[in-house]
Nanobody, 125 residues
Framework: QVQLVESGGGLVQAGGSLRLSCAAS????????MGWFRQAPGKEREFVVV???????????YYADSVKGRFTISRDNAKNTVYLQMNSLKPEDTAVYYC???????????????WGQGTQVTVSS
């Protein structure tokens, strides 16, 4: 059974930092795209970043404009874990953050087959 488990969420003041982790089990995702999405109350799930896999390179990353320059995704294939380092957090970053995985990946939630349960990030002003 495939499982994605997020951790690292919490309450932080504006300008602060958090690092989210997503640990995968049940299969290896070293050859899959790993993404992060977020969903604020009353809003649709929103793309944050994807780390795609490529057979000819170390993979590539693509960020939403709203987080570019502040958030950084990384992955440790040996640990089957992906991380999201979030710096310079703003109140508008407040949301439940979800980890997702799929062979291809993309920027739409519909592009992903596997999802974690989410972790709450709250940024106070």
């Amino acid at each position: 059974q495939v499982q994605l488990v997020e951790s690292g969420g919490g309450l932080v003041q504006a300008g602060g930092s958090l690092r989210l982790s997503c640990a995968a089990s049940g299969r290896t995702f070293s050859r899959s795209a790993m993404g992060w999405f977020r969903q604020a109350p009353g809003k649709e799930r929103e793309f944050v970043v994807v780390f795609s896999w490529s057979s000819w390179s170390a993979g590539s990353t693509y960020y939403a404009d709203s987080v570019k320059g502040r958030f950084t995704i990384s992955r440790d294939n040996a640990k089957n874990t992906v991380y999201l380092q979030m710096n310079s957090l703003k109140p508008e970053d407040t949301a439940v953050y979800y980890c997702a995985a799929d062979k291809a990946g993309g920027t739409s939630p519909n592009d992903y087959e596997y999802w974690g349960q989410g972790t709450q990030v709250t940024v106070s002003s």
